[in-house]
């Protein structure tokens, strides 16, 4: 049940197509990154992929099966999602907003038990969270709420995790802590990331939105080139290459007076760039 298959995936608002054509697979157990400018689409194809929002047009399979078709319970059993905007309205502890992520485990012949309470405290003690347990959610700071959210996910024990920017609120420390925990689970993992570093980092693969269509998938090292990067994001990059095939990228405006080059170039249009490892401007 963690095979997730999306095929022409589009969604419209505002009388124009915010989701575009998207087809994507996530493949057991990798790390899919999906990255791309404010606007171009992640969350509501994250939404999509997670069933919290019908498609348009185009159908998400999960293991086979149509995911509007199949029940629930047992969405959630395979899929954990935590939003961009994650929140908890009613007043609980720590504790109870991560124990939420058991709730499909349990059934009358499966109360809670033994079980539910290790993995909660497990995936307490994960994000370094076992401290504030008792605390009041709505006493915790943005970071310390982020890091609950995902709590909750890994204690839902899914196949597939989705998280829509999971480190936008944490500090450098907590970013690389969440990224390698959930890569070293074998879990398949799709998050939508602004850090393309973290992406090239952590991500098997790497999915680029741009105005709502999926304009590149692939290694990070195929996906994220200056080309690609002065396209999709206006900005021009350097990439350097180290020698175990990972890359860091540096980031600066385009070049004075270079117009950011159009959304989708013609193949003789090239756009300008500043690349180190092959010296041209
Ligand atoms: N109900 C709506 N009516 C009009 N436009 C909408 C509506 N819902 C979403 N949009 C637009 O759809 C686009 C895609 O939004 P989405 O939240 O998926 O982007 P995103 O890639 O997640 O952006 P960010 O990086 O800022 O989180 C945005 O331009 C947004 O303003
Ligand atoms: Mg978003």
Do not use: Y
């Amino acid at each position: 049940m963690s095979r997730l298959v999306a095929k022409g995936l589009t969604r419209r608002a505002g009388g124009r197509a915010i989701v575009d054509g998207v087809s994507l697979e996530l493949v057991e157990g990798e790390f899919l990154a999906l990255v791309g400018p404010n606007g171009s689409g992640k969350s509501t194809l994250i939404s999509m992929l997670a069933g919290l929002k019908r498609p348009h047009a185009g159908d998400v399979r999960l293991g086979g099966a149509r995911l509007d078709k199949t029940p629930r319970r047992d969405v959630a059993r395979a899929i954990a999602v935590v939003e961009q905007q994650a929140e908890t309205g009613e007043r609980l502890t720590a504790r109870e907003v991560v124990a939420l992520g058991r709730t499909p485990h349990l059934g009358a012949l499966s109360p809670w038990g033994e079980e539910d309470e290790a993995a909660v405290e497990a995936a307490l003690a994960a994000v370094d969270m076992l401290r504030f347990a008792d605390r009041d959610w709505h006493s915790l700071s943005g970071g310390e709420r982020q890091r609950l959210h995902i709590a909750r996910a890994l204690a839902q024990e899914p196949g597939i995790v989705i998280l829509d920017e999971p480190t936008n609120h944490l500090d450098i420390e907590h970013q690389l802590a969440i990224l390698a925990l959930v890569k070293a689970r074998r879990m398949t993992v799709l998050a939508a990331l602004h850090d393309l570093n973290h992406a090239a980092l952590f991500a098997d693969r790497i999915a680029v939105m741009d105005q709502g269509r999926l304009v590149a998938l692939g290694r990070p090292g195929e996906v994220l080139t200056p080309e690609r990067i002065a396209t999709t994001f206006k900005v021009a990059a350097m990439i350097e290459t180290a020698a175990d095939g990972g890359c860091h990228i540096r980031f600066m405006p385009l070049p004075h007076g270079s117009q950011p080059p159009s959304r989708l170039p013609e193949r003789h249009d090239k756009p300008r760039v500043i690349n180190l490892l092959h010296g041209r401007v």
